[in-house]
């Protein structure tokens, strides 16, 4: 144990495809084709054999087509000579001699595409190697063999930052001499291994807000101090998140990274442009410069004062949608929740704590420089403005200038006492919110797996490509189940919580006892009820006139162990401690080839499915069939039939006596298993969206205190949701997978932003003599409509990076945030304020203070203070 704690080894498994052209025409079993895969092959074998660690290394498998036409020495190794035609095709004519025997059982099917039975040519086929290695020699090895084949892990190929020597062209295969290659191999973690290209993007989008930051702030020492608060709140966030102990970082994580680099841009962008206004109402000058100090300080104040409940708003608000998700059992979704949390919390506080001093920096300093030019010497003084002549300190950016050129005089145009443009906003989003609501409802979960990878990477559709390709029997498409007992749990207690890999330990039942005669018959019982099970859902899909769960085929597609222990034991049942030594002797002596069908070929081991510690029976396989249920298929169909089987084991465990009711219902490749995973995003998005649109109700009302101006708001962010999961439905085809359900929380945390800054300043505009709607909307406009637009931006932008990843997940992730601003930005500016322009509450109207003022017209005050 200490031996394998200090070099761990690892099983690889290594697939070699082979195929003759693009389009798959002729027949590989060539003299010159053959030759040329011996030598590839047996190149490689030598090359890992001699570059191993002996001591780790062990041959296990190594299963060739070349094995059928090369005769093997007698140290293990072969020769690859010249091949003459003759010999070649009394190769071809052994194969097809069997093949026409046995069909799709022959031992040579899985060297064959399904066109040799009937031509006696393949167009394709394939080497298999299995061998114990240390994980560094693992990885080794499979570098070795896309050597041989000119392929490796190279900079800037492929379009991508680094190349994968598993991207082939559009085939999936790549040409090496006379035949095509494609590999399949768990030798390496190709996940891991292109992570680190996909993060150095971060660079890129890091650049990218900082250029647009400088745009915006017209100052590049602006932009850069911002950006090293932004960045700053990553390290410090990851120091709270490993102080939790938490010990779990992936790729899901860089996501993140993306994710801060928005919000945090926002909120420089708020609190820069609130100190802009602020400097224009409150101290108005006739010659720009610097503040004194008492000036700057009371200029600061109300900023800090303004700007932090407009920045915590939106910060809580998203920072609740992604803990929403900390209590899912998917680790990575959960942890990536919690590191994303403190991510925006760290910001948030390095916004309102480090960002102020900044700004006095930028205003004594550098405002209106592009560079920090004569860092030493203070501007010259402001000269403050009589009433009626002041100016701006800076003249408005593009966006503002278009915004108070077109914007608000549209928005303000009236036309027979109406106002035309808003109105038509106002129903045409009504009608994109109601084609959003059509196609969410026809979002379904995953009916494929989750796509990773480029469209022409060789592990893409794997699966799909050896069913279509290989001549193999139909059989092997459907899983196998398998009923056990003696098994009721697994004890993770002293598993690390984040390296789950770590394994634990099985928990047997202490009262499992198969040696009676009530216990033997109850399980031969629940053989005969499991052959006959009825299973007529759509994720069983057996022959037609046949609606059990066991397929219907030719030849016996199930085993039921005691019935195969009671035929090896003449008939009867051995009982009392004669059980377990007839049993231990049967599961060392009998191979269960010679008691199973080749329907179940390879599936049944006796000395794997009957399980003694010591002289003590712990568990016992008592059933195993071929389901009519396909290994590859929707999560709708796959979770029903695993939720009828679960019933079914309830029911069967009821009625077992008692040393039986540990009865379970397992798969042999843990095809049920894989339903889990989709059906925690399912109740993780659904979890967030209750809890997070609440709180974001709550939000927006504790943030502009009138019940009327959140119910618009509320109505523009649920507006938004749905049309973000309606797009990946109408748009894109998607289903509600992986990037869906992560993209759902983030919208809800996306999509308040722009609308709480939005209603935040309407609202506030009464305290600034704005009083009819039209004046307060307007306000809202000329103080916060750039600031909502170069956030857009800045988040759009820095997604965008993602485009150029390699995993196709961050492609998806790129596409849902790009949407989601974009409907963001739709709803707050064009939903949002033209509902407000048109019917938003004016004279106090839906104020929360006035709604609780008693008779006697005290405002009802909470802890002494107000409520307004």
Request: net charge negative; glycine share 8%; charged share 20%.
């Amino acid at each position: 144990a200490d031996a394998e704690e200090e070099a761990p080894t690892k099983l690889v498994s290594f697939t070699v495809y082979y195929k003759t052209n693009k389009d798959a025409t002729g027949t590989i079993f060539t003299p010159t084709v053959l030759q040329h895969i011996c030598r590839l092959e047996e190149a490689w074998v030598a090359n890992v054999t001699a570059n191993s660690n002996a001591s780790y290394f062990e041959w296990r498998v190594r299963d060739s087509v070349v094995n059928i036409f090369y005769s093997r020495f007698a140290n293990g190794s072969r020769g690859c000579p010249d091949l003459n035609a003759t010999v070649v095709q009394q190769g071809i004519d052994t194969i097809k001699s069997d093949v026409d025997s046995v069909g799709s059982f022959s031992r040579y099917s899985r060297f064959l595409d399904k066109h040799f039975a009937t031509s006696g040519e393949s167009a394709y086929t394939r080497g298999y190697f299995s061998y114990n290695a240390l994980k560094s020699d693992a990885q080794l090895s499979v570098e070795d063999f896309f050597e041989q084949i000119g392929r490796r892990y190279e900079m800037f190929t492929g379009g991508y930052l680094m190349g994968s020597p598993f991207l082939g062209e559009e085939d999936r295969f790549v040409q090496h001499g006379y035949v095509r290659i494609r590999v399949a191999t768990n030798g390496i973690n190709e996940m891991e291994v292109m992570v680190a290209p996909d993060f150095l993007y971060t660079v890129l989008a890091t650049f990218l807000v900082w250029c647009i930051i400088a745009y915006f702030l017209k100052s590049g020492v602006a932009a850069l101090l911002a950006m090293f608060q932004i960045l700053m709140s990553l390290p410090v966030a990851s120091l709270i998140y490993k102080g939790l102990t938490i010990d779990h970082f992936e790729f899901l994580h860089i996501l993140v990274m993306y994710l801060v680099l928005g919000i945090g841009a926002d909120d420089v962008f708020v609190l820069y442009d609130t100190f802009r206004h602020i400097s224009d109402e409150v101290a108005p000058m006739t010659t720009p410069g610097s503040y004194d100090d008492q000036t700057l300080f009371k200029v600061l104040r109300l900023t800090w004062i303004r700007s932090a409940q407009a920045i915590f708003n939106t910060s809580f608000t998203t920072t609740m949608a992604f803990m929403s998700c900390s209590g899912s059992k998917a680790m990575p979704m959960r942890t990536c929740s919690w590191y994303a949390a403190f991510c925006i919390i760290t910001n948030y506080v390095f916004t309102m704590t480090f960002t102020p001093a900044c700004l006095v920096i930028w205003h004594k300093y550098v405002q209106g420089k592009c560079c920090m030019c004569r860092p030493c010497r203070e501007r010259p003084a402001a000269v403050p403005a009589p009433p009626g002549e002041a100016r701006k300190e800076s003249q408005p950016n593009g966006i503002e200038w278009a915004l108070h050129k077109y914007y608000i005089p549209a928005m303000n145009w009236k036309k027979f006492g109406v106002r035309p443009v808003p109105i038509a906003i106002t129903l045409t989003m009504l009608a994109v919110s109601a084609q959003g609501i059509y196609n969410t409802s026809l979002l379904s979960p995953p009916r494929e797996e989750e796509v990773w990878f480029p469209s022409n990477h060789m592990l893409m559709e794997l699966t799909e490509f050896m069913s279509g390709t290989f001549y193999q029997p139909a059989h092997d498409g459907f899983e196998v189940l398998q009923v056990v007992y003696g098994i009721i749990g697994f004890d993770a207690s002293e598993v690390p919580t984040y390296k789950p890999e770590q394994g634990g330990k099985v928990i047997f039942d202490s009262a499992f006892d198969l040696s009676t005669t009530e216990a033997q018959q109850s399980v031969l019982g629940m053989c005969e009820q499991l052959k006959t099970l009825k299973c007529e859902l759509p994720g069983c899909r057996n022959s037609d006139g046949f609606d059990t769960l066991m397929l219907a085929a030719d030849g016996k597609p199930y085993s039921c162990l005691l019935e195969d222990f009671r035929t090896w034991n003449n008939g009867s049942l051995p009982v009392g401690a004669e059980f377990a030594t007839k049993l231990r002797e049967f599961r060392d002596t009998v191979d269960a080839r010679n008691l199973t069908d080749p329907l179940l070929d390879g599936q049944v081991n006796y000395r794997r499915d009957i399980g003694f510690v010591e002289d003590r029976l712990m568990y016992f396989v008592a059933m195993k069939i071929r389901s009519s249920m396909p290994k590859k298929q929707g999560f709708t169909k796959g979770f029903n039939v695993r939720e009828m089987l679960n019933t079914w084991a309830a029911e069967q465990r009821a009625a077992s006596p008692a040393p039986l009711k540990s009865l379970m219902v397992l798969d042999d490749a843990f095809g049920l298993a894989k339903f889990d995973l989709p059906s925690e995003l399912l109740q993780g998005l659904f979890q967030g969206c209750a809890i997070a649109g609440p709180i974001a109700f709550v939000v927006l009302l504790a943030s502009t205190k009138n019940i009327i101006v959140s119910t618009y708001a509320v109505c523009a962010v649920g507006s938004v949701v749905v049309c973000v999961l309606g797009f990946c439905r109408s748009a894109m085809d998607w289903d509600l997978g992986v990037g869906e359900a992560i993209a759902g929380i983030i919208v809800i945390g996306y999509s308040v932003d722009f609308v709480v800054h939005l209603a935040h300043i309407f609202c506030e505009a009464a305290h600034h003599g704005c009083n009819t709607r039209a004046e307060k909307a307007e306000f809202a406009i000329r103080n916060m409509g750039s600031t909502v637009f170069a956030g857009a931006i800045t988040t759009a932008g820095s997604a965008c990076v993602m485009y150029f990843c390699f995993f196709y997940f961050f492609i998806k992730m790129a596409t849902l945030i790009v949407v989601t601003i974009m409907f963001s930005f739709l709803f707050s500016l064009g939903f949002f304020m033209s509902v407000v322009w048109l019917v938003g509450p004016e004279h106090g109207f839906g104020d929360l203070d006035k709604m609780l003022r008693g008779r006697s017209g005290r405002v009802v005050r909470f802890g002494g203070a107000a409520l307004s």
